[in-house]
């Protein structure tokens, strides 16, 4: 190589300096894609055939009770109890008074091994607690605060009298 073939700024081979490379040239912007939707009828990818548009697929019902619903029944539970109850005495109580209203997915088993139900029901509790409803005095108990005792009856769950109780045991949870 001769001195011709090397960058006078900074000693290196025009090959890798810098200064002796050109600049590269600009790119061109980039554009989105215009895109049109005819409301009439789509083309399926699968049979190419123009197709009607569809309604919305009516909703799939329930597989498990949701959290909310277990919060009159935990308050009333509690509230029949005198506002405090031991977590564990509470929970089987929900248990046995929702016993006819929980669904077939709420008795599996979760990723913990709990039944589904009882996650759920604790998701309830720590969001009464969230909402100043109800607090734990002490680790295994749940009690009422002032405004959860003061709540009007409407907001409570409680057995209706021509209910009948359920005396036997819960069912074993499934795997699910």
Same mark, same amino acid.
């Given at each position: 190589?001769?001195?011709?073939?090397?960058?006078?700024?900074?000693?290196?081979?025009?090959?890798?300096?810098?200064?002796?490379?050109?600049?590269?040239?600009?790119?061109?912007?980039?554009?989105?894609?215009?895109?049109?939707?005819?409301?009439?009828?789509?083309?399926?990818?699968?049979?190419?055939?123009?197709?009607?548009?569809?309604?919305?697929?009516?909703?799939?019902?329930?597989?498990?009770?949701?959290?909310?619903?277990?919060?009159?029944?935990?308050?009333?539970?509690?509230?029949?109890?005198?506002?405090?109850?031991?977590?564990?005495?509470?929970?089987?109580?929900?248990?046995?008074?929702?016993?006819?209203?929980?669904?077939?997915?709420?008795?599996?088993?979760?990723?913990?091994?709990? @039944?589904?139900?009882?996650?759920?029901?604790?998701?309830?509790?720590?969001?009464?607690?969230?909402?100043?409803?109800?607090?734990?005095?002490?680790?295994?108990?749940?009690?009422?605060?002032?405004?959860?005792?003061?709540?009007?009856?409407?907001?409570?769950?409680?057995?209706?009298?021509?209910?009948?109780?359920?005396?036997?045991?819960?069912?074993? @949870?499934?795997?699910?």
């Amino acid at each position: 190589m001769s001195s011709a073939d090397y960058c006078e700024m900074c000693d290196l081979p025009l090959s890798t300096c810098v200064h002796g490379m050109p600049k590269p040239p600009p790119e061109p912007p980039k554009t989105a894609p215009v895109r049109t939707r005819t409301a009439a009828a789509k083309a399926s990818p699968v049979t190419r055939r123009r197709t009607p548009e569809r309604a919305a697929a009516p909703a799939r019902p329930r597989l498990r009770t949701h959290q909310d619903d277990f919060k009159p029944w935990l308050v009333g539970v509690l509230q029949d109890a005198g506002g405090t109850e031991e977590s564990e005495v509470a929970i089987l109580e929900v248990e046995r008074r929702m016993a006819a209203r929980l669904l077939p997915g709420d008795r599996e088993l979760g990723p913990q091994g709990e @039944p589904r139900w009882r996650t759920a029901l604790r998701w309830a509790r720590k969001e009464l607690a969230d909402e100043g409803l109800l607090h734990a005095p002490q680790p295994g108990v749940w009690a009422l605060t002032d405004l959860g005792r003061a709540l009007p009856t409407e907001f409570v769950a409680r057995p209706e009298p021509d209910e009948p109780a359920e005396t036997a045991e819960p069912a074993e @949870p499934t795997d699910g």
